[in-house]
Structure formats: structure tokens, C-alpha cells
């Protein structure tokens, strides 16, 4: 009796394998119309298996927190409207300095499509002269709203003193509201 077929083993049921074929497959279900190839690909080194599940699930945590990154990097209403008070209440700061160091009033004309600054000459407001005090125009949709604002403008007088007065510019549900005081301080709130 050879070694294969003793009483402990007995030899193996079906043909033996083919060259080539995997000796691993199951003898009780030979391979048929080239299964055994398909199986053994499959089978084969497990680079060429595909993606994990973790690795899927990874994939989409990155992507996700990146949208995230970029959807709070972009610019909402609430800040552009801001930065249009900080640049407002920056450019009134500076028409108080000139007025000052100046010597004559200086004057910002605020209405419902934007802004310009006004020196007085001989007892008639003038449009001032100068790149930081040339006309700006409101973003489309900007509401403006006011109080203590005589005639449309904002007056700073010689010693820095000015009219009190209160803008409010609102786009898109925000808001922005410059103050300024009497002794000619300028501030930007939210609302």
C-alpha cells in the first residue's frame, strides 16, 4: 500500500490537479469552464483585491472634512457687509484727521447708493479732493439706514468734534452699524 492510500488516509476522490491549476481547490467540485482561473484570480495577491471598507470609509472622512474647510473658508454676507463698516468707519476716522490737521470742516454725504466725502470752502460743501476721499459706491443690495445724520451727512469740525450719528447698512439678513460719537470716535458693531 503506498503512502497515500493507507487506512489513516485514504487517497483522494476525482482526478488529480492539472499543472497549473491550485492544488487547493476542493476535489469534490472540480473546476468547469475555466472557474478554477477565475477563482484563483481572485484568490491572488491581495493588492488586487479592491479597497477595504476602512479604507472607503477614510477616503470619505477626508473628503468630507475638507468640503467642511472650504465651505467655512468662503466668504458669507455677514463678513463682506462688515469689512464695508470697517471701510466706512476706517475712512470717516480719516476725514476727522483731515479735518484737523486740515483745518477746515470735512463732511462724508452717506445716502442709499454709497458715499462721498465734502470739505466746506467759504460756507459751501465742496467734494474733496484726494484718492482716500473719492466716491464709494454701496455693494449691490445694501440697505442703508440712519440716524442723527443732518442733511445726509456726517460733520467733523476743526478740533475732531462731530455730529453723532449712527449708519446701518443691512444686506441678506446681516447687519452692520457704525457709531460716531460726538467727540468724533468711530466704531463698527454687528446688528
Not at 148 to 169: I, K, M, N, Q, Y
Request: one cysteine or more; hydrophobic letters at 40%.
Amino acid at each position: 500500500m503506498s503512502a497515500a492510500a493507507s487506512p489513516l488516509h485514504p487517497a483522494p476522490q476525482g482526478p488529480p490537479p492539472r499543472s497549473g491549476e491550485d492544488e487547493r481547490a476542493c476535489p469534490a467540485h472540480p473546476p468547469r469552464n475555466g472557474e478554477g482561473d477565475r477563482r484563483r484570480r481572485w484568490r491572488g495577491n491581495p493588492g488586487e483585491q479592491g479597497f477595504t471598507l476602512v479604507e472607503l470609509m477614510v477616503t470619505i472622512v477626508i473628503l468630507g472634512l475638507a468640503s467642511a474647510a472650504v465651505a467655512l473658508a468662503l466668504p458669507d454676507g455677514s463678513s463682506e457687509l462688515r469689512g464695508e463698516g470697517e471701510r466706512l468707519a476706517a475712512r470717516l476716522s480719516a476725514a476727522r484727521d483731515a479735518a484737523i490737521v486740515g483745518g477746515r470742516d470735512m463732511a462724508v454725504k452717506i445716502d442709499g447708493g454709497g458715499y462721498r466725502f465734502e470739505v466746506r470752502r467759504g460756507g459751501v460743501w465742496l467734494p474733496a479732493q484726494g484718492g482716500a476721499f473719492g466716491t464709494r459706491r454701496w455693494p449691490a443690495g445694501t440697505m442703508v439706514t440712519g440716524s442723527g445724520v443732518s442733511e445726509g451727512r456726517v460733520v467733523f469740525d476743526v478740533t475732531g468734534l462731530a455730529t453723532p450719528a449712527v449708519v446701518r447698512l443691512s444686506r441678506d439678513g446681516a447687519a452692520s452699524r457704525v457709531t460716531v460719537e460726538a467727540a468724533g470716535a468711530v466704531r463698527v458693531d454687528a446688528g
